[in-house]
């Protein structure tokens, strides 16, 4: 596992190093995305809000997380990369430069957290799945400064959500519900069902930087 961990975190690191640099570009504006996030507010703007599809959850906090995330994400539903229907049908909707929009708006919404620097140690099971799945290597040691901003802040998202998400690696592209990523279905691919919601009751229950912000329909 510990070469695993070393060949992931060079790979992620390999991979920045060859990408342009990112003043280069294109940039989205919050100003522009306040007015593209209509279809965003009916979901992702009511607090407690749960989806019934694949199975009952709390759909992801956005507010905080990285725009880069974001735009990455909504790419990859209108690809076809992750096959929720809804969400495929919004980002489907969406240009290039209105997930950028749309990313940097969420991006900074609302007053900033700042997550601790360093988390309380986990309960001996929990520590060795995270090592297990090199989660540091690209979330973080406290799993809000991702390595990349490509790559999600996941502490205090929503657990049932975290659970979904992880197992929605593992179906990949054998269900409307499945995403396709190679290095995450293949961290996934080594647990089970109980160590996944494990690992999703650890990260959902730590301090982080993500948060729901009610938002009014009416604009």
């Not at 507010?63 to 209108?78: E, F, N, P, R």
């Not at 996941?154 to 659970?163: E, F, P, S, T, V």
């Not at 593992?170 to 069902?193: D, L, S, Y």
Request: charged fraction near 20%.
């Amino acid at each position: 596992m510990k070469q695993y961990y070393t060949f992931l975190t060079a790979a992620v690191f390999g991979l920045a190093f060859l990408s342009p640099s990112h003043a280069q570009d294109p940039q989205g504006s919050a100003a522009a995305g306040e007015k593209k996030i209509a279809m965003c507010i009916g979901c992702h703007g009511i607090s407690g809000y749960q989806s019934s599809f694949p199975e009952v959850h709390k759909v992801p906090m956005i507010s905080g997380q990285s725009a880069a995330y974001i735009a990455t994400a909504l790419k990859a539903y209108k690809s076809g990369e992750r096959r929720h229907p809804t969400m495929r049908s919004v980002a489907k909707g969406l240009t290039d430069q209105d997930m950028l929009d749309v990313a940097a708006y969420y991006e900074q919404h609302g007053k900033p957290i700042k997550a601790p620097a360093e988390l309380p140690a986990p309960a001996a099971q929990v520590a060795q799945l995270l090592e297990k799945g090199g989660c540091v290597g690209c979330h973080g040691n406290n799993f809000s400064q991702p390595v990349s901003p490509e790559f999600p802040k996941i502490a205090g998202q929503h657990k049932d959500y975290l659970y979904v998400a992880l197992k929605s690696y593992k179906a990949g592209k054998q269900a409307v519900w499945g995403r396709e990523n190679a290095i995450m279905t293949g961290i996934v691919e080594q647990f089970n069902a109980n160590e996944l919601k494990l690992l999703a009751q650890y990260l959902g229950s730590q301090p982080g930087e993500l948060k729901v912000i009610p938002q009014s329909k009416f604009r």
